[in-house]
């Protein structure tokens, strides 16, 4: 559906990996090599309220929050928006998404000096 989207804006589509880890004994262990490429390529279960562990994103796409992040500033489950940016890292040829910068018109970012008071950073 995104790169139908990415298409017909005539935008870039990238898709962004997850950094999955496990805890044993009390150490993180970030995964690495096969057992990464295996949580990435693994099914989400229809019941399961997960993601996958890639995503593909396009600047302009549409956006609905899906949880109650700050709803006294309107950043709540349903809100939608416009995705207009995302920061990110590249490893092995890959990227991980850190932050997206998303428009939601009945936000306004309670800082008087940001550059853009309706765009929200998650």
């Known amino acids: 559906m995104t790169k139908a989207y990415a298409k017909a804006m005539n935008q870039e ?12 004994n009390d150490k993180k262990t970030v995964l690495a090599g096969r057992c990464a490429e295996d949580a990435w390529s693994t099914e989400i279960k229809a019941d399961a309220q997960d993601l996958s562990g890639k995503l593909g994103l396009v600047i302009g796409m549409p956006v609905i929050i899906v949880d109650n992040i700050a709803v006294e500033l309107n950043v709540s489950n349903g809100s939608r928006g416009t995705l207009v940016g995302i920061t990110y890292y590249t490893m092995n040829g890959r990227r991980f998404a850190v932050t997206a910068d998303v428009r939601l018109p009945n936000y306004v970012n309670p800082d008087p000096t940001a550059p853009n008071p309706n765009v929200v950073t998650l």
């Open 13 to 24: 589509h990238h898709v962004y990996y997850s950094e999955d880890w496990v805890i044993m």
